[in-house]
């Protein structure tokens, strides 16, 4: 099984101050057609998921643009320009690329 | 508007079976692959099975294969997750997806807890 790695667990940002979120994969994500199916989640407090971030890079609709995603290969990062209160949870990153999918431990984001 | 609305989870003994369903609307269920996700109590998510558009291909992490069984009803708009020879690990809040690749939509939940 891919095993998708990501650090840090926990993740004390102050308001208006940017965090970053890493995500490693035990394989690359890369399919044969040249897709890369890297996807981030975010998980508020008693909620169910919302994706936020697909094809490593591509916002979904109505996600502010201060969330950003990254990588290539085996190396990924979601980036948050500046925090905002309503930003604190979990963040997971998945891929969609080998079976089983696979999800990373998830990143507790929460305000100093 | 796409709604994905679980149901059937509860209380049950340990080696006890339940069924899950899930309601799907607004969206043009059998053109969809549809998956499940479980999250434990306080823990991270994890993917449990996937069922293919119309049924003929299923995928399933190796924790629970051959104990739990996905498909699903296309005229009912319906996925169903079987569980069977349930363990105290199994317990968690089950989530519908839609997909299974980068899922966007997911349902509320449904939670099971496996306790004598």
């Known amino acids: 099984d891919v095993v998708m790695t990501q650090s840090p667990l926990s993740l004390p940002v102050t308001l208006g101050q940017p965090a970053s979120i890493s995500c490693r994969s035990s394989?690359?994500?890369?399919?044969?057609?040249?897709?890369?199916?890297l996807t981030w989640f975010q998980q508020r407090p008693g909620q169910s998921p919302r994706r936020l971030i697909y094809?490593?890079?591509n916002r979904d609709s109505g996600v502010p643009d201060r969330f950003s995603g990254s990588g290539s290969g085996t190396d990924f990062t979601l980036k948050i320009s500046r925090v905002e209160a309503e930003d604190v949870g979990v963040y997971y990153c998945?891929?969609?690329?080998?079976?089983?999918?696979?999800f990373g431990q998830g990143t507790k984001v929460e305000i100093k | 508007e796409v709604q994905l609305v679980e149901s059937g989870g509860g209380l049950v003994q340990p080696g006890g079976s339940l069924r899950l369903s899930c309601a799907a609307s607004?969206?043009?269920?059998?053109?969809?692959?549809m998956s499940w996700v479980r999250q434990a109590p306080g823990k991270g998510l994890e993917w449990v099975a996937s069922?293919?558009?119309?049924?003929?291909?299923?995928f399933y992490v190796d924790s629970v294969k051959g104990r739990f069984s996905i498909s699903r009803d296309n005229a009912k708009n319906s996925l169903y997750l079987q569980l069977n020879s349930l363990r105290a690990e199994d317990t968690a809040v089950y989530f519908c997806?839609?997909?299974?690749?980068?899922?966007?939509?997911w349902g509320q939940g449904t939670r099971v807890t496996v306790s004598s």
């Open positions: 394989q690359s994500l890369v399919t044969s057609g040249g897709n890369t199916y």
């Open positions: 094809d490593v890079s």
């Open positions: 998945m891929q969609g690329t080998h079976w089983p999918r696979t």
């Open positions: 607004g969206f043009p269920f059998s053109s969809f692959s």
């Open positions: 997806t839609r997909g299974w690749i980068q899922p966007y939509h």
């Open positions: 069922v293919k558009e119309d049924g003929s291909q299923t």
